[in-house]
Antibody, heavy 119, light 107 residues
Framework: QVQLKESGPGLVAPSQSLSITCTVS????????VNWVRQPPGKGLEWLGM???????DYNSALKSRLSISKDNSKSQVFLKMNSLQTDDTARYYC?????????????WGQGTSVTVSS | DIQMTQSPASLSVSVGETVTITCRAS??????LAWYQQKQGKSPQLLVY???NLADGVPSRFSGSGSGTQYSLKINSLQSEDFGSYYC?????????FGGGTKLEIK
């Protein structure tokens, strides 16, 4: 069955960088895009970016200068890296698979990984 | 960037009632819209894609409608398991913005 699972550091110091890995199973990364979404505590969802099956990427313009998404198809892993973290980057970070075909939407989500930015 | 305005922000309803949540896009998104349900402490779950298509396993009491800039999610005969937060998201050009969310609470 389709599964996605995020793993991250939990705590990041201000101004440092964040790296999160999304490990997927039940589908191939060459055939599906994977999105990253975050949710600050008690707040709504924010789309961060995605990597398509062919390896091309799209980013939220508000974060583009700090964000990088990559993947290793052979290891079924997608990577999120964000630089210069501040306290308002504290959030739960999710990876989610994009529906196949023409239409967007994210049909499978990981459980998320909580990231706290604090000294 | 396309802005998504979702309303209402919160709603207090009773089991058995019918609810409609709306999302307005700042420009035409040509039905490239999804709806998600999120329960407390859980990941979002896809309900509707392409504005009107129910995702696999979603009960038929949920329905999506709309076109252009105006979209709605309707829940008929609310069940106890339907309470939580709901979000719309467009997919017409990046960034794929979410609406602000609607929190559905038990009256």
């Amino acid at each position: 069955q389709v599964q996605l699972k995020e793993s991250g550091p939990g705590l990041v110091a201000p101004s440092q960088s964040l790296s999160i890995t999304c490990t997927v199973s039940g589908f191939s990364l060459t055939g599906y895009g994977v999105n990253w979404v975050r949710q600050p505590p008690g707040k709504g969802l924010e789309w961060l970016g995605m990597i398509w099956g062919d390896g091309s990427t799209d980013y939220n313009s508000a974060l583009k200068s700090r964000l990088s998404i990559s993947k290793d198809n052979s290891k079924s892993q997608v990577f999120l890296k964000m630089n210069s973290l501040q306290t308002d980057d504290t959030a739960r970070y999710y990876c989610a698979r994009r529906l196949t075909g023409t239409w967007g939407a994210m049909d499978y989500w990981g459980q998320g990984t909580s990231v706290t930015v604090s000294s | 960037d396309i802005q998504m305005t979702q309303s209402p922000a919160s709603l207090s309803v009773s089991v058995g009632e019918t609810v409609t949540i709306t999302c307005r896009a700042s420009e035409n998104i040509y039905s490239n819209l999804a709806w998600y349900q999120q329960k407390q402490g859980k990941s979002p779950q896809l309900l509707v894609y392409a504005a009107t298509n129910l995702a696999d396993g979603v009960p038929s009491r949920f329905s999506g409608s709309g076109s252009g800039t105006q979209y709605s999610l309707k829940i008929n005969s609310l069940q106890s398991e339907d309470f939580g937060s709901y979000y719309c998201q467009h997919f017409w050009g990046t960034p794929y913005t979410f609406g602000g969310g609607t929190k559905l609470e038990i009256k």
